[in-house]
């Protein structure tokens, strides 16, 4: 440490700070690719059972390692590139969809003091996050040159943009309770029991935001964008191996972090249901999988969406919800039953 | 301080090396996208002046929400680069007359006695740019905040207004109609007998193929 703390001289502290962040950095990023690759098998697990299959059971105990098999299979596959493809947006595609699904993790509030970045406006940061990441679909969908690709990227693109609006309505009426953008204070704001939780006062705006949390991710029954039977698989069609898998993982990185993020924001975070257990990050853990459950169940339970009625149920449905609830919210807190929504 | 200024230049090159590549590229998406390298690194020197909240602001609505509808319509649209071209010597002294008065403006503005660059005070730690900005436009600056929405809310209005065809022969569906569809008005059940006869088969050439 000596020697480290002469070779740097005064930059020492800067070079420590550097460090140390990103250890925690890579204290985050570690567990949430493995939550990742778990959450292909428990899916396909999940599925299974729900449709009365075993689902995947060769690979280790139960089908524990099929991520790992999974993964390594994906490693070693060629990536092809297609001749008329626009060769360095092909490559950004799938760069430009992952990293944004990882740096929003960045100010997500894992317990009172685990947090990589305790910003003021955390909120703000991770709506700006998720809207980027929609760029690793049209870029990928653009590039790959293939009319089914570019199909898909149009649709994901058209419904990511409708449904960020009512999202980010849902979110308003949360920081009105709240009063703050800081993740933090949000959790704070709801301490005292699941009574005080955001879910309560905010019911519409919490069921709103989940479901557009559904169409975010492209998630099934809001997957058009994938489409099997009619465009193959969308936006990367055109990618194998790990480019394919990149796509992979940042999906089911966006699915962690909107579960994170409902559970961060109606569901208290890492606070205790009943004040006499005391407040942990495993609350915290148990609300996301549980949400994170919805999420196959959903998959297992509903047939696709026409097209025209997705975006009919974002734009014609839920901003309106969303519009009357904030502004009754606002109303609210303006007489006596004000407190209802602190 | 020396670091903040060497992130600043950095930053500071690859924003104009963004502009320029902008109006110099041929292709319309690349366009679009060193645009979007534009606003972010833009938005990485708000960063560094500490204004956070307009910082995040010009991720989430330019780049997040515009500049993908921009990529969007360039994508789907094939536009003819000769033809835009075309008129360019014509516009050359008009827009290189207004691109004169921007930059002369510019650096008036810049260079003013009151907009000479000041030492501001650093703020305390708990200090919140976007709790700050909120309380100024919904208070001192309520009217005019309020003139601007409204401003473009008519714009947004007019828009869809001015490009609305109402086409006769487009088919679309009523979904309260079809929710509110009871099973009288689909569905009709026709008794039947459960085991009909089969006429029996009397034709010679069917059973010679057969055989």
Known sequence: MD??????????????????????????????????????????????????????????????????????????????????????????????????????????????????????????????????????????????????????????????????????????????????????????????????????????????????????????????????????????????????????????????????????????????????????????????????????????????????????????????????WIIFVGAMMQTSLGYLFH | MIFNDFIFYTLAAILLFAGIRVITTRNPVYAALHLVLAFFTAAGIWLLLEAEFLAIALVLVYVGAVMVLFLFVVMMLDINLDKLREGFWDYLPMAGTIGLLMAVEMVMILSGKYFAPTTVASKSADYSNTAELGRVLYTDYLLPFELASVVLLVAIIAAIVLTLRDRQDSKSMNPAEQVLVKKQDRLRIVKMDAVVETPSVEDPKADKEKS
């Open chain 1, 3 to 324: 020697f480290l703390a002469n070779l740097f001289g005064s930059y020492w502290p800067a070079v420590q700070l550097t460090s140390w962040t990103l250890i925690k950095i890579i204290a985050i990023v570690l567990p949430l690719m493995i939550a990742i690759a778990y959450l292909t098998l428990a899916e396909r697990k999940v599925i299974g059972f729900m449709q009365v299959r075993i689902g995947p059971n060769r690979v280790g105990y139960f089908g524990l390692l099929q991520p790992l098999a999974d993964g390594v299979k994906l490693l070693f596959k060629e990536i092809i590139l297609p001749t008329a493809s626009n060769k360095t947006l092909f490559l950004l595609g799938p760069v430009l969809a992952i990293a944004p699904a990882f740096a929003a993790w960045a100010v997500i509030p894992f317990d009172a003091t685990l947090v990589l970045a305790n910003i003021d406006a955390g909120l703000l940061y991770i709506l700006a996050m998720t809207s980027v990441a929609v760029y690793g679909v049209i870029i990928a969908g653009w590039a790959s040159n293939s009319k089914y690709a570019f199909l898909g990227s149009m649709r994901s693109v058209a419904q990511i943009v409708s449904y960020e609006i009512a999202m980010g309505f849902a979110l308003v009426g949360v920081l009105m309770c709240a009063n703050s953008l800081n993740l933090g204070k949000i959790v704070m704001g709801q301490a005292g029991g699941f009574w005080h939780w955001y879910f309560i006062p905010l019911f519409p705006l919490f069921i709103v935001y989940f479901i557009s949390a559904v169409a975010e991710t492209n998630r099934a029954p809001f997957d058009v964008a994938e489409g099997e039977s009619e465009i193959v698989a969308g936006f990367h069609v055109e990618y194998s191996g790990m480019a394919f898998a990149i796509f992979f993982l940042a999906e089911y990185a966006n699915i962690w972090l909107v579960c994170a993020l409902a559970a961060t924001m109606f569901l208290g975070g890492w606070l205790s249901p009943v004040p006499f257990l005391p407040d942990s990050i495993l609350w915290f853990l148990a609300k996301m999988g549980a949400l994170v459950f919805f999420f196959l169940w959903f998959r297992a339970t509903f047939p696709r969406y026409r097209y025209d009625q997705i975006m009919r149920l974002g734009w014609k449905i839920f901003i309106p919800i969303t519009l009357v």
